[in-house]
């Protein structure tokens, strides 16, 4: 049983059709990619499976707890954090203000500092978020304004403030979109490290496919809310439904 257990998870709008009846189960401390078509339903389904949407029908399980009926903010309590396809960072604070954020967050005492003591001092959260720079190249940055840097650094910067949360569980949605290639091949690199370094499970949605088979151990393919195909990244490619989705035509033999 993966750490993420999608079962016959089904979401209609109106008429439309957007997921029937998907099955998905992600590994621990994997990368998972979901990839299809425009329309095919992957938004939907991460939507599902952040509290932003409510399936119609089935279950999704984090860690053997239902995500359902869980506002977002829950979700992210249980381990689970979220990367948008338009980086959510805040442009009018610096650097070092937008990473202090997601570490004052801390304070509660639902996280721990390196899973052995609470956040409690404003010297410590200072301490955290300059860590966090420090491992995510950001410390050269820390006095720059978010709105100025680009769209490459703003997403390293709201991916780091992902990871101050320590989440078993991060979900990134078209993370490369609109970047030029130099700054994807940077958030390749940057995310191959992140898995390298911390225990945690990623899920990605993506259209670059060369992000796609760069990141990710197995592949799920939706095609109009259904899933056709899931399997490792050397079968996926060629394979005739996948072929069809994309092209519209069944490959040849």
Do not use: W
Request: include cysteine.
């Amino acid at each position: 049983m993966g750490i993420l257990e999608v079962k016959n998870v089904g979401k209609r709008f109106g008429g439309l059709q957007a997921l029937g009846d998907v099955n998905l189960s992600v590994a621990e401390n994997s990368v998972h990619a979901i990839i299809g078509p425009n329309g095919a339903g992957k938004s939907t389904l991460l939507n599902c499976l952040v509290g932003k949407l409510i399936p119609d029908s089935g279950s999704v399980m984090f860690d053997g707890q239902s995500v359902l009926g869980r506002t977002p903010y829950e979700i992210n309590q249980m381990g689970i954090s979220r990367v948008f396809q338009t980086p959510e960072i805040f442009g009018d604070l610096t650097v070092m203000e937008n990473m202090m954020i997601p570490c004052f967050a801390r304070r509660d005492g639902a996280f721990k500092l390196n899973g052995i003591k609470s956040v409690e001092s404003e010297t410590e959260i200072r301490d955290r978020a300059e860590a966090m720079m420090e491992d995510m190249n950001l410390a050269e940055k820390r006095h720059m304004h978010a709105a100025s840097m680009s769209r490459g650094d703003k997403r390293r910067l709201e991916i780091a403030m992902c990871l101050a949360q320590e989440p078993r569980l991060l979900l990134l949605d078209e993370p490369t979109a609109g970047m030029a290639r130099a700054d994807t091949n940077n958030t390749i690199d940057l995310l191959k490290e992140i898995k390298q370094k911390r225990d945690i499970t990623i899920v990605i949605i993506e259209h670059d496919m060369h992000v796609v088979f760069s990141l990710a151990e197995r592949i799920t393919v939706l095609a109009q809310g259904t899933p056709l195909v899931e399997d490792v990244p050397e079968k996926i490619k060629g394979h005739p439904k996948v072929r069809e989705a994309y092209l519209g035509e069944t490959a040849a033999a």
